[in-house]
């Protein structure tokens, strides 16, 4: 009897806890260098290159930070692990998408690596006009078209952006304009929220049922 109690509260327990949602969001772009700044600290990119990219973030599906305007939320971030290829380069790290609603709407995709005692941040921005935050990552738009539509048919800035700094020293920095973007669709990982509570309690069930046995030993002895 008492088994089956405990049986019948773990389930309603794994039951009734919801599940989290892990996402994960590949993004491929093409782009071409504009701009190199302080180009006696970096090598291998020039105005004019061509830039070839892939960022690969994992991230909760839904924000897990919310910035509010008045009372109402106007930024949303998504903060995660990720890794950007860039050219044959890779670093990996902090990742991040951001999205920015009022007044204004932009949207963002990042990777920072602060190993060796410098950062280098990779990321892609786009600004438009006002538009609602997405809410979930499953809303993201998957194309350079379907980010303009999202912006309003008004993408004000597309860019891509390479920043290297260390303490107190900004080493360079180097800016692409976006020419292609595919973002893959999100996949998620249910992950129940209660797992270990579930193992802890089906051991507990295993030892009731040792003692249980060892009792009916005793009671034939």
């Given at each position: 009897?008492?088994?089956?109690?405990?049986?019948?509260?773990?389930?309603?327990?794994?039951c009734?806890?919801?599940?989290?949602?892990?996402?994960?969001?590949?993004i491929?772009y093409?782009?071409?260098?504009t701009?190199?700044?302080n180009?006696?600290?970096v090598?291998g990119?020039?105005?004019?290159?061509?830039i070839?990219?892939?960022?690969?973030?994992?991230?909760?599906?839904?924000?897990?930070?919310?910035?509010?305007?008045g009372?109402?939320?106007?930024?949303?971030?998504?903060?995660?692990t990720?890794?950007?290829?860039?050219?044959?380069?890779?670093?990996s790290?902090?990742?991040?998408?951001?999205?920015?609603?009022?007044?204004?709407?932009?949207?963002?995709?990042g990777?920072?690596?602060?190993?060796?005692?410098?950062?280098?941040?990779?990321?892609?921005y786009?600004?438009?006009?006002a538009a609602?935050?997405?809410?979930?990552l499953?809303?993201?738009?998957?194309?350079?078209?379907?980010?303009?539509?999202y912006?309003g048919?008004?993408?004000?800035?597309?860019?891509?952006?390479?920043?290297?700094?260390?303490?107190?020293?900004?080493?360079?920095?180097?800016?692409?304009?976006?020419?292609?973007?595919?973002?893959?669709?999100?996949?998620?990982?249910?992950?129940?929220?209660?797992?270990?509570?579930?193992?802890?309690?089906?051991?507990?069930?295993?030892?009731l049922r040792a003692?249980?046995?060892?009792?009916?030993?005793?009671?034939?002895h």
């Amino acid at each position: 009897m008492l088994k089956s109690l405990l049986f019948a509260a773990v389930l309603s327990l794994f039951c009734g806890s919801g599940v989290a949602a892990a996402a994960t969001i590949e993004i491929d772009y093409t782009g071409v260098v504009t701009q190199v700044n302080n180009s006696t600290q970096v090598s291998g990119y020039t105005v004019g290159q061509s830039i070839t990219g892939k960022m690969i973030l994992s991230l909760p599906d839904t924000p897990d930070y919310r910035g509010y305007s008045g009372g109402v939320p106007d930024f949303d971030a998504y903060d995660g692990t990720g890794s950007s290829t860039l050219n044959g380069s890779q670093i990996s790290g902090f990742g991040t998408v951001t999205n920015r609603s009022m007044g204004f709407a932009s949207l963002s995709f990042g990777v920072t690596d602060l190993s060796g005692g410098k950062s280098f941040t990779h990321s892609l921005y786009f600004e438009g006009s006002a538009a609602p935050l997405l809410g979930s990552l499953e809303n993201l738009p998957h194309t350079l078209a379907a980010i303009q539509n999202y912006l309003g048919n008004h993408l004000s800035y597309s860019q891509g952006n390479i920043f290297a700094s260390r303490p107190g020293a900004h080493l360079y920095d180097i800016t692409w304009s976006v020419a292609s973007l595919n973002v893959s669709p999100v996949s998620q990982t249910p992950i129940p929220a209660t797992l270990p509570l579930l193992v802890s309690a089906l051991g507990g069930l295993g030892l009731l049922r040792a003692a249980g046995t060892r009792a009916k030993r005793k009671q034939r002895h």
